[in-house]
């Protein structure tokens, strides 16, 4: 046991029995809800809302150096929920599966480490919702369409300011990213997911190949979902890989998107001629732009890189905007707002029972199990199918690939991982997981007819 480690006598020993107001939220940040609060309401109600710490939670062996070696011990962890379906990653992707999920009858919880919902979309500030349609006869269609469309039509509906498209014959809208959060804090409430915010999925729970759920670290500690069925929609395939699937890792270029704040201030017609200078894109927001960038390539999963990287981008976002700032005209411009979430566009790719590929998708593969489609960012190429075989591993059983890590070629993931592609393939996954979930089967066992028939009522293009 630790040293630091206070058992709950020697907390009321130091604290005297009775205890004071700075010991009842001792005692209560222990997990001991405690009714002595000298007769104040207000902190009587606060103490009795605290839910008890699971007793395995506080008397946790530590890791030991034994050899020259950390060693863990083994321990039970406590089960913290018990659902059909659990979600890890509430990025677009994830969000899309919980939802299609609950509406398809399954109970959900999702599990995201940070305090909201979007992932890249919205905590990466990457606005732009590219990869929607193709361009059929001269004219758009769009194919990423079911939940993906209805959450860019519901923005719609929450007024000026929240979106904005730069060519309405084209529906390839920008967000702004506070309103797109709170819309989907809003559908997932709505759908009756079991919502855990600042959770960080860091193991499965599994027998042989056979996943039941998974184990993430909060402030709490390390604690326990059991769920039928797990959706991988970290980004970065946490969980597949955890469960020993079989998957490829490939580098790409991290950005790191900010926003200048006081646009509209701008007096181009000051500025000397021979200067060019990058301003961002279009927002909904009318005074901010927002600067994407393509950065250096990297491995988005080492730490020490990531850090690297990020202190670097973060430098140069501010030097450049203080160069803005030295331009005639431009002196009220200011950084506004970088992202707090690095951009890491692929990692981990699932090597799942098909792989999808850049020869398939311009040969136009049709597939019949497929589930989603793919547009194009700059409509020159036609849309191509994703079958469900890409969101399943091979060997491990009860999980499936969401978002920007199924299983395709490093030559498609620029297609691929685009935000509305992401949200049609959660879609998918989710309507997959909860049909395998109330039917007692593996999600390799649910005929693909199933899940499109699902789908399309779920308003899904499916070709
Ligand atoms: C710089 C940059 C520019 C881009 N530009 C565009 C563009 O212009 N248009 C476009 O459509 N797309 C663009 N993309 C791609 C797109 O933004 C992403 O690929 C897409 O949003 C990914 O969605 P996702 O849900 O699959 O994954 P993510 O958005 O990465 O979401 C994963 C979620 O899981 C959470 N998570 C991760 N690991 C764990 C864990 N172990 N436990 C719990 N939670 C976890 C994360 O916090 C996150 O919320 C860009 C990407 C980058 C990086």
């Known amino acids: 046991m630790r040293s630091d480690h206070m058992s709950r006598r020697a907390i009321l020993k130091r604290l005297g029995v009775g205890g004071s107001a700075v010991g009842v939220s001792l005692l209560a940040g222990r997990g001991f809800a405690d009714e002595s609060t000298d007769g104040d309401p207000e902190r009587a109600g606060f103490a009795r809302n605290i839910r008890k710490m699971a007793p395995s939670l506080q008397d946790v062996p530590s890791a030991s150096l034994q050899g020259g070696k950390v060693i863990q011990p083994a321990r039970e962890l406590p089960v913290f929920h018990t659902t059909d379906v659990c979600v890890v990653g509430g990025g677009f992707a994830g969000v899309c599966a919980a939802v299609a999920a609950a509406r398809t009858g399954a109970k959900v919880a999702l599990v995201e480490r940070y305090g909201s919902l979007g992932g890249l979309f919205t905590n990466g500030m990457v606005l732009i919702v590219i990869g929607t349609g193709e361009r059929v006869n001269g004219e758009f269609r769009l194919v990423t369409r079911g939940l993906c469309e209805e959450f860019l039509r519901r923005l719609e509906t929450l007024g000026d300011g929240a979106i904005v498209c730069r060519d309405p014959k084209v529906y390839q809208p920008t967000v702004d990213p506070e309103a797109a959060k709170v819309l989907l804090d809003d559908m997932v409430q709505e759908a009756g997911v079991d919502l855990f915010f600042h959770c960080w999925g860091v193991d499965v729970i599994q027998s042989g190949q056979n996943v039941q759920g998974v184990v993430f670290e909060s402030k709490e500690g390390r604690q326990a979902i059991l769920s039928k069925v797990v959706i991988d929609a970290t980004g970065d395939g946490d969980v597949f890989f955890q469960a020993g699937a079989t998957y490829q890792q490939i580098s790409h270029a991290i950005g790191f998107v900010y926003r200048i704040g006081n646009y509209d201030r701008i007096d181009k017609s000051k500025a000397p001629p021979d200067v060019k200078l990058n301003l961002g894109s279009l927002e ?136 509305p592609v992401c949200g049609v393939t959660g879609h998918a996954a989710g309507v997959a997981a909860a049909l395998a979930a109330k039917g007692g089967v593996t999600p390799r066992a649910v005929p693909a007819a199933d899940i499109q028939k699902v789908l399309r009522e779920q308003g899904a293009y499916l070709g």
């Open 284 to 419: 909904p927001v009318k005074s901010a732009r927002w600067v994407n960038n393509l950065g250096p390539k990297g491995n988005g999963l080492d730490v020490r890189e990531l850090s690297r990287i990020e202190t670097m981008h973060r430098k140069s976002a501010w030097n450049y905007v203080q160069r803005i700032r030295k331009t005639q005209g431009h002196e009220e411009v200011f950084l506004m707002q970088s992202t707090p979430f690095l951009g890491v566009r692929a990692t981990r790719l699932l090597e799942g029972v098909t792989q999808i590929d850049k020869r398939g998708a311009v040969a136009g593969d049709a597939f019949d199990d497929v589930v989603a489609y793919s547009g194009d960012d700059a409509l020159k190429k036609p849309a191509f199918a994703i079958p469900y075989r890409s969101l399943l591993p091979k060997t491990v059983e009860n999980v499936i690939a969401a978002g920007r890590c199924i299983s395709c070629a490093p030559d498609l993931i620029d297609r691929v991982r685009l935000i």
